[in-house]
């Protein structure tokens, strides 16, 4: 691992700078751009114009009745609301998205296979390209995402709610839309870190455990929720809260044909496979077994942070299965590399599974 001054840096600037903007203020774009006076000013301009009295008075002369009342009571309404960014649209509140979105108890295969096929693209595209262009480009994906989270709830940012709603639709879960960051930043921290931490091989197999091993054991934990003796209620020491045995085992054997695939086919040269094929069998469970129980180790609901810490207020930063999976699938890629001998300097196929 390289951990240096860069590390730091990447780790406590994005702390700092969320901080900041959590106890900042932001006013809507009304206090910048007066637009409300003069679209009201202008649309009852209009209408005294239609109605026949350009008087300075400002009011309507035309009798009750006439041809002009009906077109200048409409503008007259439409003026209250015009350009009026002060009073948002209820189908853009957060809360309004929340009532159409299901809660973490559903199964809801949409939001899995959307977490599956974002973690294969991200460990495709650490493999394929250089560490110093996907690294920064992470980063930088990162940091505009926390952004986002800290400015979506905020008045005059709200629109963004709408939008990760179009782009993202069920894939969403409630409380994302309740006040909690998405999964999103954390998802992306969690490839960032992997693969910055990590040689190019450890840190695409750390993004695959995520991809395959998260959601995977979300999915058989769900449905053997019933069997009582798997369930770890209270948590072992606070690990695993809420999530069964059956869940972390299935999450494991999911990734297995994966990661043997993928170990089979790497670039091994003439000397074939260091430990043959027990080797590779081994360490395409232990890997899954990593991934799993990385997964397992996050208690729900998560662990979150206060309000406000020595009285500054916080973003809502918790323990996410997202970012812990990857970075802990990573280092033990790592040390499961140097228990059966393998380098881990290691090169996987061209296509990664092929």
Same mark, same amino acid.
């Given at each position: 691992?390289?951990?240096? *001054?860069?590390?730091?840096?990447?780790?406590?600037?994005?702390?700092?700078?969320?901080?900041?903007?959590?106890?900042?203020?932001?006013?809507?774009?009304?206090?910048?751009?007066?637009?409300?006076?003069?679209?009201?000013?202008?649309?009852?301009?209009?209408?005294?114009?239609?109605?026949?009295?350009?008087?300075?008075?400002?009011?309507?002369?035309?009798?009750?009745?006439?041809?002009?009342?009906?077109?200048?009571?409409?503008?007259?309404?439409?003026?209250?609301?015009?350009?009026?960014?002060?009073?948002?649209?209820?189908?853009? *509140?957060?809360?309004?998205?929340?009532?159409?979105?299901?809660?973490?108890?559903?199964?809801?295969?949409?939001?899995?296979?959307?977490?599956?096929?974002?973690?294969?693209?991200?460990?495709?595209?650490?493999?394929?390209?250089?560490?110093?262009?996907?690294?920064?480009?992470?980063?930088?994906?990162?940091?505009?995402?926390?952004?986002?989270?800290?400015?979506?709830?905020?008045?005059?940012?709200?629109?963004?709610?709408?939008?990760?709603?179009?782009? $993202?639709?069920?894939? $969403?879960?409630?409380?994302?839309?309740?006040?909690?960051?998405?999964?999103?930043?954390?998802?992306?921290?969690?490839?960032?870190?992997?693969?910055? $931490?990590?040689?190019?091989?450890?840190?695409?197999?750390?993004?695959?455990?995520?991809?395959?091993?998260?959601?995977?054991? *979300?999915?058989?934990?769900?449905?053997?929720?019933?069997?009582?003796?798997?369930?770890?209620?209270?948590?072992?020491?606070?690990?695993?809260?809420?999530?069964?045995?059956?869940?972390?085992?299935?999450?494991?054997?999911?990734?297995?044909?994966?990661?043997?695939?993928?170990?089979?086919?790497?670039?091994?040269?003439?000397?074939?496979?260091?430990?043959?094929?027990?080797?590779?069998?081994?360490?395409?469970?232990?890997?899954?077994?990593?991934?799993?129980?990385?997964?397992?180790?996050?208690?729900?609901?998560?662990?979150?942070?206060?309000?406000?810490?020595?009285?500054?207020?916080?973003?809502?930063?918790?323990?996410?299965?997202?970012?812990?999976?990857?970075?802990?699938?990573?280092?033990?890629?790592?040390?499961?590399?140097?228990?059966?001998?393998?380098?881990?300097?290691?090169?996987?196929?061209?296509?990664?599974?092929?």
């Amino acid at each position: 691992m390289r951990l240096n *001054s860069s590390l730091i840096s990447l780790t406590v600037l994005p702390w700092l700078t969320s901080s900041s903007l959590a106890a900042a203020h932001f006013p809507s774009a009304s206090s910048y751009f007066r637009a409300n006076d003069f679209g009201r000013s202008l649309v009852q301009a209009t209408a005294q114009i239609r109605a026949g009295d350009t008087s300075r008075g400002g009011t309507s002369r035309s009798p009750p009745g006439t041809h002009s009342e009906p077109f200048q009571n409409t503008l007259q309404r439409k003026s209250s609301t015009l350009c009026d960014t002060d009073n948002e649209s209820p189908e853009g *509140s957060h809360i309004e998205i929340a009532k159409k979105l299901k809660n973490r108890n559903h199964t809801n295969l949409s939001r899995k296979f959307t977490h599956a096929g974002f973690g294969i693209l991200f460990a495709c595209l650490n493999q394929f390209l250089p560490h110093h262009r996907f690294v920064p480009a992470m980063a930088i994906l990162t940091a505009s995402t926390l952004v986002m989270e800290l400015l979506r709830y905020r008045r005059g940012f709200r629109w963004m709610n709408v939008a990760l709603h179009f782009f $993202l639709g069920g894939a $969403l879960r409630k409380h994302e839309m309740e006040g909690k960051f998405t999964g999103s930043f954390y998802y992306f921290a969690g490839v960032a870190a992997s693969a910055y $931490l990590f040689p190019k091989t450890a840190g695409t197999m750390g993004i695959c455990q995520l991809a395959l091993a998260d959601p995977s054991a *979300s999915y058989f934990g769900r449905r053997t929720r019933h069997i009582y003796w798997s369930r770890i209620e209270n948590g072992l020491g606070g690990i695993g809260r809420n999530k069964g045995i059956l869940g972390f085992l299935g999450g494991a054997l999911f990734c297995f044909p994966f990661n043997y695939r993928v170990l089979k086919i790497a670039k091994w040269g003439t000397d074939g496979i260091p430990g043959g094929e027990v080797a590779v069998v081994s360490a395409s469970l232990l890997l899954g077994l990593a991934g799993a129980f990385a997964d397992l180790a996050v208690p729900t609901p998560a662990l979150t942070m206060p309000k406000k810490v020595l009285g500054i207020p916080v973003p809502p930063f918790h323990v996410d299965d997202n970012f812990v999976v990857p970075i802990f699938s990573g280092w033990a890629c790592t040390k499961i590399f140097e228990m059966v001998g393998w380098d881990e300097g290691l090169e996987l196929a061209k296509h990664i599974i092929f």
